[in-house]
């Protein structure tokens, strides 16, 4: 299937829209997503594909509070899901609709939040009910989940990590588009602390990096990635 990746078992890269990823952890007792795309069409008739529905995804996790990884959550919802979600406690008052995400540094990330559909990607609906994942914080997905802070993108960026199946899920710390590169100022809160995340991200020696925005890295994840910080 095109825009499906299989990166370990039961853990799925499966694009959603043109240019944006969720990934699909699969359990005994559930389907866990972590981001869920754009509040447009995709991800229920991506998950059927895979023989899942909407009712069996009992938990989402977001990597941040973008519309382009918070936008399918009320879709899901309105197609039979109960699922809790769960975002990263520095962006929580976002997600919720609390709080205006704070000012980015970048003069083309400043012009680019004020204007009334940031760029391509549009508004999301506010999740009111999220609850806050903090760093370090354990799950029992996947054969063990860890919550790891990534700051930068957004000031409560996380990324997971998957031990027991040599698995990072990276959401927007590093984009693989046109090539491999950190996110790209004029999307990020701040960069010096993506940077961070990304030397962050090397060091948890995952064999594979997923990504929200491009394709898998499935080579030398920290030898790569530890390039990027040297090309900085
Ligand atoms: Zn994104």
């Known amino acids: 299937m095109r825009g499906h990746v299989e990166l370990a078992d039961d853990v799925h890269q499966l694009t959603v829209q043109t240019g944006v990823n969720v990934v699909v952890l699969r359990d005994d007792d559930g389907v866990t997503l972590v981001d869920t795309g754009l509040d447009r069409p995709g991800l229920t ?3 059927a594909r895979l023989g899942i529905a909407p009712s069996e995804v ?6 941040h509070a973008h519309p382009d990884h918070t936008g399918g959550v009320h ?4 197609s039979g899901s109960r699922a809790s979600v769960a975002i990263g ?6 997600g919720r609709g609390l ?7 970048h003069l083309g990330g400043r012009l680019l939040s004020r204007l009334p559909a940031p ?3 549009g508004h999301a609906p506010a999740v009111t009910d999220a609850t806050a994942l903090e760093d370090g914080q354990r799950l029992p997905i996947a054969g063990g989940l860890e919550v790891v802070a990534t700051p930068g993108h957004t000031v409560g960026h996380v990324a997971f990590h998957l031990p027991a199946r040599n698995v990072v899920i990276g959401g927007d710390v590093v984009f693989n588009v046109f090539s491999l590169r950190p996110s790209p100022a004029f999307l990020c809160w701040r960069t010096a602390p993506n940077l961070a995340s990304v ?3 090397a060091a948890l020696g995952a064999t594979t990096l997923a990504l929200a925005h491009g394709q898998p890295v499935t ?4 030898g790569r990635l530890s390039q990027l910080i040297a090309d900085s």
């Open 45 to 47: 008739a991506r998950l």
């Open 58 to 63: 009992t938990r989402v996790l977001l990597t």
């Open 75 to 78: 879709r899901l919802r309105r």
């Open 89 to 94: 406690a520095d962006d929580l008052d976002v």
């Open 99 to 105: 709080a205006e995400p704070p000012a980015p540094e």
């Open 119 to 121: 760029g391509a990607w």
């Open 199 to 201: 030397a962050r991200l």
């Open 219 to 222: 080579d030398d994840v920290a």
